[in-house]
């Protein structure tokens, strides 16, 4: 499967407005007392500015929203200039058009899907060795670090 990409030039730093989502859910119960649990394991990073785009832009722009996004169902890599990298995002609310002269000023809402941090196991040792672990299998350390 291949990943869409965001193609319409970035939100620039200045434009932007960034917050988080909420991560709880407060529940009034008819009887007792209110209490807040937990919605995510993680939280996501919502992030909401403008493009402007000529009208032909516009136009590509909404049908690929429309049908390659399935309004904001599907994910799609966006280029993020503050942590200076390419981030998995989701469109999360309907973007807004507004005419502005001859072109047009999309509002968008999205959010940065949190990524699994994936860490490297070193071991404290300083030359090649062979180590057995459980299951008779083996396990090559080299440079200090793991393979299975």
Sequence with gaps: MTTLKW?????????????????HLEVD?????PYRRERFTDIGEIVQGTII????????????YKNDLRQGAINFTYFDCVKDTERVARIIDKPTDVPISNKRQISIKMMFIPQEIKYKQYLAVNDDRVLLVNDDRKVLVQDGVMFL
Excluded: H, V
């Design 53 to 64: 785009l000529d009208k032909e832009d516009a136009e590509f722009f909404w049908y690929w």
């Design 29 to 33: 119960p008819d009887a007792g007392m």
């Design 7 to 23: 193609e319409w030039g970035r939100i620039l730093l200045s434009g932007q407005q960034r917050e988080f989502q909420a991560g």
